[in-house]
């Protein structure tokens, strides 16, 4: 590799920074970066603020004292482990698992979950570090671990990823001032530095996995829709946190549709900050045009 | 096979199969591993602590482990701050909601919004009246520090119990040690107790001498074929086995019996005659030493 594309595999959106300016360049991450924290923000308004906005945590959350929220991957664990839940967990569920369905399921690993944060700052650093060590596990394995985890379940009687979920515990961890889980949050971080790139989100983190089976009918998706003005500077697959999604529609092998079909697509847009040469955008699923 | 592969796009369907085949394995192991371990962790984790209390209507342990979605609702309804979630690393599963009872014990609110805020059912809704709730049991552990039982009037844990007179009554008893006064000793009834912890909270001593615990800790069990005589012969107006030969039972027979010296009970002579009247209030030892307060 050259000096020059070290470069950018190091600091991937240089050109797009050049070329489109610092709002374009950063407009997905900053919004997600608002929607992350706005949620948390939800949350704390109660017990930093004492005006309730959100009670609760992402497990199971009360708004405005009207709206039941449940994370349904939480509900299935406790079908599992053999409790049948009241209804308003039942509708809670539904609820959230009706908004993923519809717009995508990975959209809550890359807007709404803080584990993101954790390991978007891990992936940064690897970047920039050019931290090349260790050794990515097959990205299938969340899907055997979220089956290992509804097992468990059933087996032990008890939702038993719970204890260590660090989705939860982290979420639980800021929202009632818990100060245990933060190790298993630093965990995370050194695993996705030290050994896996995107090694927790993108290989291991069950939630995820979950949430990806919501995404098969997605409305809300990435389009590769300038793919003939791409330059091969390869930005989006450095900074993609599931890069095999790109290729199918990037690079297809015959006349394929230029949407990013994928249920792993968590829909961040990073692909379309990096780009400088504006290949991606935001669309949705049956958008008809065809590629420029 | 100890050539590489040839450097094609595809590669032979045996060797692509054996690929496939590794890395699922290693996907599937690794998964189960993981999961394993949270099991182990979490089987050796899931007895609760002595001194940890869940909140009312929570289902038993077990049940409870399965229902339980860690959200923190009934900790966020809790005006009194009472519940907290148990943090990674705590004895209590992780995230669950539990309290101390030393540390802020439950006030037994009459609309028990922890129970009404829980989403699953891991807190029972059918619990309406908060004086069914058994969120634990109390018990009278130390007879040695407890101040009534040393013969003093401290009776702070019968005074503070939200259900006094029926959770905790004070038993009145003879003081041996000073042999003129009686002891009231606080005395915890399993029927009435909902394990609020206001006891152990409000113990006047430095270590409570009373404190609750988790029902299945703090509570024995007869075995299920017991039945008691005596009230089984309530049950049936008499003895279920025909009246008895009442036996006289030697030492009982005697008037001062169960106070009796012990060299009076040695002794071969008959047992003295009680002395006359005039006698008895200037006898040290009688009984009944006509002391009033």
Redesign the interface.
């Known amino acids: 590799m050259t000096p020059a594309a070290r470069r950018a595999r190091a600091h991937p959106g240089a050109e797009a920074l050049a070329v489109k300016g610092w709002w374009r360049a950063q407009r997905w991450l900053l919004l997600r970066r608002i929607s992350q924290l706005g949620i948390l923000a939800l949350f704390l308004c109660?017990p930093l603020l004492g005006g309730?906005i959100v009670?609760?945590?992402l497990?199971?959350?009360?708004t405005l004292g009207v709206l039941?929220l449940?994370?349904p991957y939480?509900?299935l664990q406790?079908l599992a482990?053999?409790?049948?839940?009241?209804q308003?967990?039942w509708i809670?569920a539904a609820l959230v698992a009706g908004f993923y369905l519809l717009l995508g399921g990975r959209v809550f690993c890359a807007w709404v979950c803080p584990v993101n944060l954790v390991t978007d700052a891990a992936a940064w650093l690897r970047r920039t570090l050019g931290i090349r060590t260790g050794r990515t596990?097959?990205a299938?394995?969340?899907?055997?671990?979220?089956?290992?985890?509804l097992?468990?379940?059933a087996?032990?009687?008890?939702?038993?990823?719970?204890?260590?979920n660090p989705v939860?515990?982290f979420h639980?961890?800021l929202?009632?001032g818990?100060?245990?889980?933060l190790?298993?949050i630093l965990g995370i971080f050194l695993y996705d530095l030290l050994i896996a790139r995107h090694g927790w989100c993108g290989h291991?983190c069950p939630m995820g996995a979950f949430y990806s089976l919501l995404g098969r009918f997605a409305l809300l998706r990435v389009t590769a829709s300038g793919r003939n003005a791409c330059d091969d500077c390869m930005d989006c697959f450095a900074i993609c946190p599931e890069p095999q999604v790109i290729r199918p529609a990037l690079k297809p092998t015959g006349p394929a549709s230029p949407i990013v079909t994928s249920v792993n697509c968590t829909a961040c847009g990073r692909c379309i900050d990096v780009c400088s040469k504006n290949v991606f955008k935001i669309t949705h699923r049956f958008d008809p045009r065809s590629p420029s | 096979m100890n050539h590489p592969l040839p450097p094609t796009q595809e590669a032979p369907p045996a060797a692509s199969r054996r690929r496939f085949l590794n890395t699922v394995a290693a996907a599937a192991g690794g998964g189960c591993l993981l999961a394993l371990g949270a099991g182990l962790y979490a089987r050796q984790a899931s007895a609760l602590p002595a001194q940890a209390l869940r909140p009312p209507g929570a289902l038993a342990e077990a049940d409870f482990l399965a229902a339980c979605v860690r959200c923190g609702l009934c900790v966020r309804d809790c005006p009194y701050k009472t519940l907290q979630l148990a943090d990674l690393g705590d004895p209590v599963a992780t995230g669950t909601p539990y309290f101390t009872a030393r540390a802020v014990p439950c006030e037994m609110c009459e609309d028990i919004p922890c129970v009404k805020a829980c989403p699953t059912g891991a807190l029972d809704h059918a619990l309406t009246d908060i004086n069914a709730a058994r969120m634990g049991l109390a018990a009278l552990v130390d007879h040695e520090s407890c101040l009534n039982f040393l013969g003093l009037r401290c009776d702070v844990c019968y005074r503070v119990c939200p259900v006094i007179d029926k959770a905790i009554t004070l038993e009145s008893q003879h003081n041996p040690r000073s042999d003129r006064h009686a002891m009231l000793l606080p005395t915890v009834h399993s029927d009435a107790c909902t394990g609020c912890g206001k006891c152990e909270r409000s113990c006047v001593l430095p270590q409570p001498a009373i404190k609750v615990f988790p029902i299945t800790l703090a509570q024995g069990a007869l075995p299920a074929h017991f039945r008691k005589g005596w009230e089984e012969k309530a049950r049936h107006g008499g003895s279920l086995i025909g009246e008895q030969v009442e036996l006289p039972v030697r030492g009982l027979d005697a008037p001062l019996a169960g106070r009796t010296p012990l060299e009076g009970r040695v002794s071969t002579a008959p047992a003295p005659l009680p002395p006359p009247p005039a006698a008895v209030a200037n006898t040290p030892r009688s009984l009944d030493s006509q002391w009033k307060p």
């Open positions: 109660g309730w009670s609760g945590n497990s199971s959350s009360l039941p449940t994370d939480l509900l406790t482990a053999g409790h049948l839940p009241y308003t967990a809670g596990p097959d299938a394995t969340r899907y055997w671990l979220l089956a290992g985890t097992a468990a379940a087996v032990s009687g008890s939702a038993v990823w719970e204890w260590v939860s515990v639980r961890s929202i009632f818990l100060a245990g889980g190790w298993l291991l």
